[in-house]
């Protein structure tokens, strides 16, 4: 069955300001953090183009700071200034050549401003503190509102002239103008605050004067988003309010409904934590409000399953689909052509597009590495080798699935050996803690990939350097993996290969495979402050034990701050009653008492156990490379037998051999 008649209203076309979407799936607006000197690259525009190819509807470009003070990050675009008007264009026109509707996001983020790279003051309503920093805000004069409005109206105006075929002004996450339209951030006794018509006053004014400037083909949109949690924030019905306000008078052809603020930063980029669907509630009640303009459903709307729900329930008219088209850009195209199992599903983890946004880098994808890299590579897309080779890969973890698949797409032969009786290596772990199933179904979208590609799969094989001797393959790819260390090695204590005391511990690998059985009262010491650790733990509470995390990090889950996920985790742990030990290290273990001891100020306690459980990093499994490397057998290692490292950067490896065989 075809994907238009599987996705009947996710592929039926729709209209705003004459133009036509050929779909309803938009790529919307996030920060891809790629600008060099406050211009888009090729990295930029490659990124764009691929989607667009890909088959996306709408493609929504990252934010343009519309004033000094707006600026967040370096790779934001330049603002005010009209010598980036080529550079968008190209853009623009990258995204439209190849069939999308070309949107530029519009914003500024108020009291939330960042000094770190503007060196700029934040302005806002009232002058309240930023809940990105511990820094203040100024409240901006009658004049300054008057240069912001300019701002946004000339950033309008360059992007018209770029090409685009509209903006979309940002009133989200309690931005600027959500700020204003807010009573808790706008206490102002002038003509910009008090009542409902002069809190919108700002916001109305901005796409009022777009309007006249770029015309009545001119595209506006307007996004928002919701906090029902937060007390201050506005809630559903007073946003509906400000909406139906700017409606009647046909200011905006769409509105964005999205989810979270900073005030709880971690519902803008909902992590596997939460449901899915997220702004889809939101953006009921905007539709049951509009008369005139369409709404988008943005916020883990992950695939298009859950697309097409959103749309046949009439919840929305267009779904914005953001990381979902990160890991596969071609997701429309193949929901269209009736193959959604080939989609390559988002894992939900925030781990290189908001960790690496989070960081100050360009953001990439852990499954999909062409992500940020479709200027260098083609996009996620494979040339045809002239001279096809036959590729024997050994391991079928991330890097050696990758390796192996990517290879066969460009045509060369593939044989992959597996020493297990099933594919994913470690990963498959992981796959087994609690909420992160879709690691198992990215695994079942590599089986059926190789499958199709009439990749060689051999099971219980354990490779020897005699066997790929006798076999004389054209290219042998290594990529058999990591192993858990003997011990329960501790930074915090580097004179000591493990702790003492000799009793027996569990690495977390064995206790997630079940090939151990832990007692009832756990001690999981977390080396690594990442889903190893917390992870198991949470497996290990949900089963019914009694934990206790020890970390010699200052909070639990460290790592996992930078893909906004580690507060829903401690809050998830805490529920289930894991106890948190921090700043601390493990100095003795006898199997039924650990001695810990304080970081801070050397202080002991006694930590009574049944079982040890330890998190830590892996070590290297190079043995077979180290035996080829003595015969001189030629060969690639890919992945973590080279160093134990993060599930993407295995990936990375495989990805990059393959197109290089």
């Not at 953090?33 to 088959?55: D, L, S």
């Amino acid at each position: 069955m075809s994907g238009q008649k599987s996705f009947k209203r996710l592929f039926s076309p729709v209209a705003m300001r004459g133009k036509t979407l050929r779909n309803r799936i938009v790529f919307g607006a996030h920060t891809a953090n790629m600008a060099v000197e406050g211009v888009p690259t090729e990295r930029h525009i490659a990124y764009y183009a691929e989607r667009a190819i890909g088959g996306a509807g709408m493609v929504v470009v990252e934010p343009m700071p519309v004033h000094p003070a707006a600026v967040l990050t370096r790779g934001n675009f330049r603002p005010a200034d009209d010598g980036v008007i080529p550079s968008f264009r190209k853009v623009a026109e990258a995204i439209k050549e190849n069939g999308a509707v070309a949107i530029q996001q519009l914003y500024h983020v108020g009291q939330h401003a960042d000094a770190d790279n503007s060196f700029h003051a934040g302005w806002s309503p009232s002058g309240l503190p930023s809940y990105h920093d511990s820094d203040g805000s100024h409240r901006m004069t009658e004049c300054d509102i008057g240069v912001t409005i300019d701002g946004f109206v000339q950033a309008a105006r360059r992007c018209r002239e770029a090409g685009f075929d509209g903006v979309e002004v940002w009133a989200a996450y309690h931005s600027l103008l959500d700020q204003f339209w807010t009573p808790w951030s706008n206490r102002r006794d002038d003509r910009w605050g008090g009542s409902l018509e002069n809190r919108t006053r700002m916001s109305r004014e901005v796409m009022a004067r777009i309007r006249r400037e770029c015309g009545d083909d001119f595209i506006i949109g307007l996004a928002i988003s919701d906090e029902p949690e937060v007390a201050v924030a506005l809630q559903r019905e007073a946003l509906a309010e400000i909406i139906d306000l700017h409606d009647r008078d046909t200011l905006m052809d769409y509105v964005t409904c999205g989810s979270g603020s900073y005030f709880d930063f971690y519902k803008i980029m909902p992590t596997f934590m939460f449901p899915e669907k997220l702004g889809a509630d939101l953006a009921s009640v905007i539709k049951s409000t509009v008369r005139h303009a369409l709404v988008t459903a943005e916020s883990h709307v992950r695939t298009p399953e859950n697309a097409e729900s959103v749309l046949s329930e009439s919840l929305a008219d267009l779904v914005s689909l953001v990381r979902a088209q990160i890991a596969d850009p071609h997701l429309a195209n193949k929901a269209a052509d009736g193959r959604p199992q080939d989609i390559r599903g988002c894992l939900s983890c925030n781990q290189m597009c908001w960790g690496r946004r989070s960081r100050d880098y360009w953001i990439s994808c852990v499954i999909n590495p062409s992500a940020g890299r479709e200027w260098e590579w083609g996009g996620d897309r494979f040339t045809r080798t002239v001279r096809p080779k036959r590729v024997f890969v050994v391991g079928g973890g991330p890097a050696g699935l990758e390796a192996a698949r990517v290879a066969a797409e460009r045509g060369h032969r593939v044989t992959l050996a597996e020493a297990s009786d099933r594919l994913g290596g470690q990963f498959r772990l992981a796959g087994l803690q609690p909420r992160r199933a879709q690691i198992l179904d990215l695994i079942a979208w590599y089986e059926r990939q190789l499958q199709q590609l009439q990749v060689e799969l051999r099971y219980g094989a354990y490779v020897e350097a005699d066997d790929l001797e006798r076999e004389a393959f054209d290219h042998v790819i290594v990529a058999t993996g990591s192993l858990p260390p003997d011990g329960a090695f501790q930074r915090a204590l580097p004179q000591f290969e493990t702790i003492p005391g000799g009793a027996p511990m569990f690495s977390a690998e064995a206790v997630m495979a079940r090939e151990v059985r832990p007692g009832k009262r756990i001690i999981l010491l977390d080396d690594g402050g990442n889903w190893k650790g917390c992870g198991t733990a949470w497996r290990l509470a949900e089963d019914g034990h009694a934990v206790t995390l020890v970390t010699p990090d200052p909070l639990v889950g460290k790592e996992l701050q930078r893909m906004a996920v580690d507060a829903p985790l401690r809050r998830t742990l805490t529920r289930l009653g894991v106890r948190f030990v921090i700043e601390s290290a493990i100095v003795h273990w006898d199997g039924k008492t650990a001695d810990v001891a304080s970081l801070l100020d050397g202080a002991e306690t006694q930590i009574a156990a049944d079982s040890l459980v330890f998190a830590n990093t892996n070590l290297a499994e190079d043995t077979l490379s180290n035996e080829l490397y003595k015969r001189s057998i030629s060969h690639v290692c890919v992945g973590d037998c080279t160093a134990s490292r993060q599930a993407a950067f295995a990936i990375h490896d495989g990805r990059k051999v393959a197109l290089a065989l």
